[in-house]
């Protein structure tokens, strides 16, 4: 107990954290200081490592290296139970709710009010449960059913409900992850009510956004990361948005781009009036592609870009809109349509759409194009995967030691381009590249960057969506924007900023 | 990036971690040799013939379980679908002279008709299977143990509960039969040629990649196209006309057959795989694994038969060690993360 920390300024410091996921360095000695009573915002492009430095705090993710001091006394938090103990509570980002059951047991899973039935048999008192729901959801301004199902609400209701539990759980710092991705305007005006008066009560509030507008209003200080690391803390009122902006990307947008030499010429692929099953995703979303374009798609998270390219590849259903390919009309009910008509899709989330961890580099490139490497129509020719294996590690500058080298040991840049390649094998015209520099490292950006203009250059035509506005940019001919599931409207290239394609990609909210 | 100076003590550890990821071939494999010094009478000819021919059996069982496997998924119905198969074949392969013969006026079959017969049963079984796991989303150990119980009940019905014996000759020869010397029996030799078929499966078709790629991660596989469902039909109904073909040897091997026959097959093969690195978290396991496996797991069983142990503690004993190659399996994957 001798390892006292500075003067009680702070309820919470955190203090060269690091912490690396195979292949990427997600926080680099990474620093945060809450004081008490203060809304602290953190911001930083997508991949700063903000969410991550949050997970470590709640005891998601264990520290490789660093301290957290919890009102001076050095804390380890190895687990989310240890870190509600100490009175810290969290709204994800991705809200984990149990659907199937009420409202209040979401609240108070783990830690239900008990009693003693006949004085000795420990039970739920769900009378308690749903009187101090009641009560909760009053205090945030929800007027629904504790015993409603979860399911039933709608997104932002039940992020009420998370933000409902936090406080519940009578928590000292509360950290917010993007509690405003998905709420309207009059949502968000309770949700602020609800913080100050979190913040008359002392607590220490981390905000985690995107919209630099809500963090300039509601925040006392601000934080700012990039690639992992710390850049500096500020009180909000020295900042303007133009100075987090600049703290934030921290470079000249110019040198972060490749020259690109493509020419997009003729339209070669057309979506008409393509609308989802699911009412609440993409709907009478109509585009086209030119041959060599790079087509930027942004827009806000859940606006419904993921679930559109997935839409057009077969992987979600529509009910209605039609797709053509060359100016014939395609149907794609299902991948396997999508690859045959030259279509390729780097999907979103590489871990749980793109790699087979277990499996072999060489495994990871031929996979999606055996179909080429038969002979007697049954045997798989091994020396011609070899070579293409041989053929992408060099052009795609793929670091490995072999191609028999499993992928889930590579670094995140490195199995992208192996999941490019895994692409290229079938030298498909269009490629759709969901968030294609996601997690990876800054240089292994600029090398996707590179391989995407190259790409252009031969005349292949790219979808590209991207949460990173600079790389929107720096990087498209066109961009598209998506707002609650349609398209707002298109930017050329040359005019884009950030001002108008937020200005499209909020339209609704 | 490994300067030579530390090379070698990689190495070191490299076979202490080759040793502790095998650590039950190990124990067997040093337990079968203390039995072996033991009990002189442990190293004979007959007790290898034993050894070979029962090995050869399961490791044809455990082969078909080892693409649901890899698959993440699992096949409970396969001993009940070898015991129909055993049924089958000896029910069609009486001899014609015997009194309680199931059908009394049947004429002598060919024995390879007999055993395309059982294999076509026996698919459209692994079918049913395949397209309720596949198709349907059951989850294959549901669906899978309903069909146990499910095949269990024709077998019961078709038979009459009936023990089926009095074998034509050259059937239950199949079982005693062998080329050259006993080691090399028919069973044996089928075996072999299963493992490598299978083999060449495994490794040199797109089925084998496909199925690999599906246990590795499912969701990448249908992105990157692969007909999921037609490969998981695929898996399963292999699996069950390689149980056929197990329950088919297994009735000559017995000079008949009964409903029992087969029964709880499956939990061997499973363990067989498992022991022999077929990871229940999927996309990984090898033929050769899986034999060393099945045959360690009936060097186990044939140790403790010579150690005296009742067979009631060998049941016992052969529970803890499934669940233990499961949880070493497990912890594998888990210190990955």
Known sequence: MSEQGPALVYRLEMRDVVKTFPGVKALNHAQLKLRPGTVHALVGENGAGKSTLMKCMFGIYKMDAGEIYYEGRKVTIADPLMALNLGIAMVHQELQPIPERSVAENIYVGRYPMKKLLGFIPVVDHEAMYRNTAALLKEVSMSFDPKQKLGTLSVSQMQSVEIAKAVSADCKVLILDEPTSSLTSHEVEALFRIIESLKAKGVAIVYISHKMDEILRISDEVTIMRDGQYIGTWPAGELTINKIITQMVGRELANLYPPRHNVPSEPVFEVRDFTSINPRSFRGVSFNLRKGEILGVGGLVGAQRTELMEGLFGIRAHSKGSIYHLGEEIRITRPQDAIRKSIALLTEDRRATGIFGVLSVADNVSIASLDQYLQFRVMLNDKKIAQLVKDNVEKLSIKTPSGKTLIQSLSGGNQQKVLISRWLANDPQILILDEPTRGIDVGAKYEIYCIIAELAAQGKSIIMISSEMGELIGMSDRILVMCDGRLTGFVQGQDATQENIMALATQFS | ?337
């Open chain 2, 1 to 337: 990036m490994q300067s030579p100076a530390e090379a070698k003590p990689r190495s070191l550890s490299q076979l202490g971690k080759t040793l502790s990821d095998n650590v039950i071939i190990v124990g067997i494999v040093l337990l079968t040799v203390v039995v072996g010094v033991l009990r002189n009478n442990f190293f004979s000819e007959a007790n290898f013939r034993n050894l070979i021919s029962n090995t050869a059996i399961r490791f044809i069982i455990a082969v078909g379980v080892s693409g649901c496997l890899i698959t993440k998924g699992t096949d409970l119905s396969a001993g009940r679908v070898a015991g129909l198969s055993a049924c089958i074949s000896a029910i069609l392969l009486q001899r014609s002279d015997y009194i309680n013969r199931f059908y009394k006026d049947l004429p002598d079959l060919p024995i390879i008709g007999v055993l395309a017969l059982v294999m076509v049963v026996c698919a459209v079984i692994g079918c049913v299977n395949g397209a309720v796991v596949a198709y349907l989303k059951v989850p294959p150990f549901i669906a899978t143990l309903g069909m146990q119980t499910l095949v269990y009940g024709i077998c019961l019905v078709y038979t009459g509960a009936q023990p089926i014996g009095s074998l034509r000759a050259d059937y239950a020869g199949l079982a005693t039969g062998y080329v050259g010397t006993p080691m090399a029996s028919y069973t044996a030799i089928i075996a072999v040629v299963i493992g490598l078929l299978m083999w060449f499966l495994y490794n040199k078709t797109r089925h084998g990649k496909y199925m690999y790629a599906i246990g590795g991660n499912e969701n990448a596989a249908e992105v990157a196209g692969v007909n999921v469902g037609k490969s998981k039909m695929t898996i399963y109904m292999l699996a069950a006309v390689l149980y056929g073909l197990c329950g088919f040897l297994l009735a000559a091997k017995s000079g008949g057959a009964s409903v029992n026959m087969g029964m709880s097959y499956e939990l061997e093969a499973i363990a067989g795989c498992t022991i022999g690195g077929v990871s229940v978290n999927g996309g990984v396991g090898k033929i050769s694994g899986i034999l060393v496996g099945v045959l360690v797991f009936e060097l186990l069983k044939i140790a403790l038969q010579f150690l005296g142990v009742k067979t009631e503690y060998t049941y016992i004993v052969q529970g803890v060690v499934i669940i233990t190659a499961v949880a070493l399996d497990i912890q594998k994957y888990l210190s990955k993360k």
